[in-house]
């Protein structure tokens, strides 16, 4: 080999690893909550009524990875949401979002990163934001949880282990509408006894 094309090889090298390492420097995590890819019985579904009640399915039902140095400074991570699997209620998957590897932009190896996860049906919204701000909508957010992003060559760890399951629950509007007819009705057959 010439030492000119020497050269241009070594350069061509190095160019290719500095732009992979500039790839990988940014954080990765795995937006997952497939309980087959933990194994220590935490419970990270997501529910339509309560925790430990019907489990989610469906895929207009959507989730939505948000993330920030804190609770206060939370976006959204593009492509910004996972259908969950549109399978029957008993099913193993149920409650299980359709995820993927997400990247961090901002964010680098060993750094703190604020997690929240926001579910909303998006057949009818197309924005947690627009669910969350609408009468008689169902949506939900998991608690704020915290993930640290592994070092490079890590072949375990990306996983949001600090996440815990939740339920949506409809606008608060809706929730008073049942204790609201119940009182009527009562006081309506008080008021008709002689």
């Given at each position: 080999?010439?030492?000119?094309?020497?050269?241009?090889?070594?350069?061509?090298?190095?160019?290719?690893?500095?732009?992979?390492?500039?790839?990988?420097?940014?954080?990765?995590?795995?937006?997952?909550?497939?309980?087959?890819?933990?194994?220590?019985?935490?419970?990270?579904?997501?529910?339509?009524?309560?925790v430990?009640g019907?489990?989610?399915?469906?895929?207009?039902?959507?989730?939505?990875?948000?993330?920030?140095?804190?609770?206060?400074?939370?976006?959204?991570?593009?492509?910004?949401v996972?259908?969950?699997?549109?399978?029957?209620?008993?099913?193993?998957?149920?409650?299980?979002?359709?995820?993927?590897?997400?990247?961090?932009?901002?964010?680098?190896?060993?750094d703190l990163?604020?997690?929240?996860?926001k579910?909303?049906?998006?057949?009818?919204?197309?924005?947690?934001?627009?669910?969350?701000?609408?009468?008689?909508?169902?949506?939900?957010?998991?608690?704020?949880?915290?993930?640290?992003?592994?070092?490079?060559?890590?072949?375990?760890?990306?996983?949001?282990?600090?996440?815990?399951?939740?339920?949506?629950?409809p606008?608060?509007?809706?929730?008073?509408?049942?204790?609201?007819?119940?009182?009527?009705?009562?006081?309506?057959?008080?008021?008709?006894?002689?």
């Open positions: 080999m010439k030492p000119r094309q020497t050269r241009a090889t070594i350069l061509c090298f190095l160019a290719g690893v500095c732009v992979t390492a500039q790839c990988w420097s940014q954080g990765t995590v795995n937006f997952r909550n497939n309980p087959q890819i933990f194994f220590d019985g935490i419970d990270r579904f997501v529910y339509l009524d309560f430990g019907t489990r989610l399915v469906g895929s207009n039902y959507v989730a939505e990875l948000r993330y920030g140095t804190d609770a206060s400074s939370l976006n959204a991570v593009a492509p910004p996972a259908p969950f699997r549109d399978i029957p209620p008993d099913g193993l998957l149920a409650g299980v979002w359709s995820g993927d590897t997400r990247t961090l932009s901002g964010f680098t190896q060993g990163v604020t997690f929240q996860v579910v909303w049906d998006v057949s009818r919204f197309s924005t947690y934001d627009e669910a969350s701000s609408s009468p008689g909508a169902i949506f939900g957010a998991s608690e704020p949880f915290s993930y640290r992003v592994p070092p490079f060559g890590t072949s375990h760890g990306f996983d949001i282990v600090n996440f815990r399951a939740f339920a949506l629950v606008e608060p509007s809706v929730l008073f509408l049942g204790p609201l007819l119940l009182t009527v009705v009562l006081l309506h057959r008080e008021a008709r006894k002689p």
